[in-house]
C-alpha cells in the first residue's frame, strides 16, 4: 500500500486538528493502519492504530482520551483528530501500515512495512 498523510499545521494549546491518512492500493481487513510521531531529538513514538476490518482502536498512553482514530473504508482514509493539544504534542506525524498484527505488536514501529511522508504538527502554549 501507498500511504500519503496531511493536515498538520500549527495550532494554539488545547486546539484541534485532524490528519488524514489517504491509502492506495490494495487493502484487506488485516490490515492495521497506525499512527506514530517523532518529536525533535527523540524517538518516534506509536500515537494510535486501527484495524481496517474490526474497526478496533488501540492508543498510545500519551494521547489516551485526547486523540481518536477512525477510518473511513469508502475514502480508504484513516484519520487521527486530535483534541486538547498541548505543547509536547508537537511533532511529524506518520501514517503507516502493517499485517496482521496482534495487540502487543502495534506500538512498534519496525512491525510496519508501508509508512507516508510525516506531516509536521506545532502547538504553540
Known amino acids: 500500500v501507498q500511504l500519503q498523510a496531511f493536515g498538520g499545521g500549527l495550532v494554539q494549546a488545547g486546539g484541534s486538528l485532524r490528519l488524514s491518512c489517504a491509502v492506495s492500493?490494495?487493502?484487506?481487513?488485516?490490515?492495521?493502519m497506525g499512527w506514530f510521531r517523532q518529536a525533535p531529538g527523540k524517538e518516534r513514538e506509536f500515537v494510535a492504530a486501527?484495524?481496517?476490518?474490526?474497526?478496533?482502536?488501540y492508543y498510545g498512553g500519551s494521547v489516551k482520551g485526547r486523540f481518536s482514530v477512525s477510518k473511513d473504508n469508502n475514502k480508504n482514509t484513516v484519520y487521527l483528530q486530535m483534541n486538547s493539544l498541548k505543547p509536547e504534542d508537537t511533532a511529524v506525524y506518520y501514517c503507516?501500515?502493517?499485517?496482521?498484527?496482534?495487540?502487543?505488536?502495534?506500538?512498534?514501529?519496525?512491525?510496519?512495512?508501508?509508512w507516508g511522508q510525516g506531516t509536521l504538527v506545532t502547538v504553540s502554549s
Open positions: 486501527v484495524r481496517w476490518g474490526a474497526g478496533s482502536t
Open positions: 492500493g490494495r487493502t484487506f481487513s488485516d490490515l492495521v
Open positions: 503507516a501500515a502493517a499485517s496482521r498484527l496482534i495487540v502487543s505488536s502495534m506500538n512498534n514501529e519496525r512491525n510496519y512495512h508501508s
